[in-house]
């Protein structure tokens, strides 16, 4: 009879945290740039054929792997100044 009288109360859930989204977020982030990172460096490495050197010139395999240098330094950067920020997370309730 009780949950007849408050039929709202069982349907009420304990609020989420929004920090653990703001992690999980970064963590998506952060795996997901890499990803994107490591693609797009195969398929000019391997698929492009940038990256063999059976097949490629010595400028076009400069070129490749001082792009891949210079992008995974970009990552680095992003990637540190996302886990470096303490930001102030609002949560919902």
Known sequence: MENQENPHQ???????????????VRIIRTVFL?????IVNVFLGLFL????PDTS???RMIFFYSFAC????AY??????TWRKQGHTTDNY
């Open 70 to 73: 210079i992008t995974l330094a």
């Open 10 to 24: 069982e349907d009420e859930k304990a609020p989420m945290d929004m920090r653990i989204v703001d992690y999980f």
């Open 34 to 38: 890499f990803l994107f990172w490591g």
């Open 76 to 81: 680095l950067f992003v990637v540190w100044k």
């Open 49 to 52: 054929g940038f990256a063999d």
């Open 57 to 59: 010139t010595t400028g």
